[in-house]
């Protein structure tokens, strides 16, 4: 993560391993990853949401309102933390995983 867009251009670089086949590619965050929030109590109800939604994914009714639901802590953490590298906001309610 960094705020610096050249920064994150150079760590989003992939990295050769010099294993045939295998090639590392970095998840990185930078500034355009990260759009400008124009709702702050939404994002400050649903981050996991708004962290989904940044990331271009859509976030369906019945994701959106599990999250809105959820009061448990380490729950809402879990999640938070997983809308970084879901594929899919239907895997962020996942109960398998980290």
Known sequence: ??????????????????????????????????????????????????VLEARGLEVPTEVRERVLASTELAELDRWLRRAAVVSDTRELLATTGS
């Not at 930078?30 to 949401?49: S, W, Y």
């Open 1 to 50: 993560m960094t705020i610096d867009a050249a920064i994150a251009r150079w760590c989003a670089r992939p990295i050769d391993t010099g294993h045939p086949g295998l090639t590392l590619t970095p998840l990185v965050l930078g500034p355009e990853g990260v759009p400008v929030v124009t709702d702050a109590e939404q994002a400050k109800a649903a981050p996991e949401a708004a």
